[in-house]
């Protein structure tokens, strides 16, 4: 069910001959992107990343180092004060708030800490929601063939997470960990280019939270980029990459990350 989108952009001339094969476009561009609050704070300072498709990033740093501020920028749920953000290929920057909040629903999902399901909704209708959402309000009354697909890629996405099974439950009957993986599939319902996740593991214990990683991995290697905050060295190691923010800027960058790298580098941030 998982395939890639975007792919190989071409520029130059017309024929063959003048043909030039550039680098397929970063499915997450950040350039230059600062946030200034009033009061003086700079939370993020002229932080540049690019993430292919296809690829995790984890992001770490000590507490107010900048992570939440880096990941609400890159997804569009908060405006940078400068620099430039891009989705597969979109700018953010020029968007009003409708073109923005079309393709945070269409491109991109999300995982938090804090499980916000809908209690009243049942799992399936809980992994649904995007699509549910994705004719806007007034929206009452689809065609049953649209509920039936729609109803389909919410089971194809439980099943992808191994809770097909729980599809009718209330949320509060899942544990934590299942809740989480609930969120997971929502978060890949919409077939998204870019999946953000502020501290998905922060709740859960070691091993629930090995499963939950293992399904970003999962995302990540069918072409999904993936976006991770974490405090968590072992959780960065599930990571292609480790990002480090010190102070709203970045700090260092680690590939192949492995959990003891990560908490030394941590610790030497810390000590700066
Ligand atoms: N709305 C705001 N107004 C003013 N300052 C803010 C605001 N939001 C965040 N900050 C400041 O920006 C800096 C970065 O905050 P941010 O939440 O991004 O850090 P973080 O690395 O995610 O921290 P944590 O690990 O504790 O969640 C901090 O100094 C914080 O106090």
Not at 58 to 78: E, F, H, I, M, P
Not at 87 to 99: D, N, Q, Y
Not at 176 to 197: E, I, K, W, Y
Request: a positive charge; one cysteine or more; glycine letters at 14%.
């Amino acid at each position: 069910m998982f395939w890639r989108r975007g792919g190989t952009r071409v520029v130059g001339g017309g024929g063959p001959a003048g043909t030039v094969q550039a680098e397929p476009a970063p499915a997450l561009a950040l350039d230059g992107v600062s946030r200034a609050y009033r009061g003086g704070v700079t939370a993020l300072d002229a932080v540049s990343l690019r993430v292919p498709a296809g690829r995790m990033v984890a992001v770490l740093g000590r507490s107010g180092s900048g992570k939440s501020t880096l990941l609400q920028c890159a997804a569009g749920l908060d405006r940078p004060t400068a620099g430039t953000v891009r989705i597969g290929g979109t700018s953010l920057t020029g968007l009003g708030e409708a073109a923005l909040t079309r393709l945070r629903r269409d491109r991109v999902g999300f995982v938090f800490q804090s499980l916000n399901l809908v209690p009243s909704l049942s799992v399936l209708e809980n992994a649904a929601l995007p699509l549910l959402l994705a004719g806007g309000p007034g929206r009452t009354r689809r065609p049953a063939g649209t509920q039936q697909e729609e109803a389909g890629r919410a089971r194809a996405a439980l099943d992808a997470v191994g809770l097909a099974d729980r599809a009718d439950d209330r949320p509060d009957l899942l544990s934590g960990g299942q809740q989480q993986r609930v969120a997971v599939a929502r978060a890949l319902v919409t077939d998204p280019d870019v999946v953000f996740a502020d501290e998905p593991t922060g709740a859960l214990d070691p091993v629930t939270a090995a499963e939950v990683l293992a399904l970003l991995r999962r995302a990540a290697d069918a072409g999904r980029t993936v976006l991770m905050v974490t405090h968590d060295p072992v959780a960065a190691a599930w990571a292609d990459e480790a990002v480090f923010l010190h102070g709203g800027c970045l700090a260092a960058r680690m590939g192949t990350p492995d959990a003891g790298e990560v908490r030394r580098l941590l610790h030497e941030l810390g000590r700066r």
